[in-house]
């Protein structure tokens, strides 16, 4: 049996490098795909800390992320897709410059 600090271990790994790309990443896309690589280290979190007690509240807890990943990714992606018929780029820069 593994222990679960690999997989906290491999969870803050996942979650480091997507608010990496999150803070470097000029691509609105990119930038989408970091954060649902945030949000699944904060499942594994969850799943390893459910497998440690031996309950379902981690179950839980994992289904609703990726409940919200899926709303985020669909709203991320139709705003997206807009941008880039709009502008013509989906560059981070871009769409800060909407406010004007």
Do not use: Q, W
């Not at 600090?5 to 000029?26: I, K, S």
């Not at 807890?61 to 990714?73: D, H, K, T």
């Not at 807009?82 to 406010?99: N, P, Q, Y």
């Amino acid at each position: 049996m593994v222990p679960i600090t690999y997989y906290l271990l491999l969870a803050a790994a996942l979650f480091c490098m997507g608010m990496f790309g999150v803070l470097v990443r000029r691509n609105a896309l990119v930038v989408f795909m970091c954060v649902e690589l945030m949000l699944n280290a904060a499942n594994l979190t969850f799943l390893s800390f459910a497998r440690m007690r031996g309950d379902s509240i981690g179950h839980v807890s994992a289904f609703f992320v990726i409940a919200v990943a899926a709303a985020e990714a669909a709203i991320g992606l139709a705003i997206v897709i807009a941008v880039f018929r709009s502008r013509g780029s989906v560059l981070v820069e871009d769409i800060r410059t909407m406010k004007h």
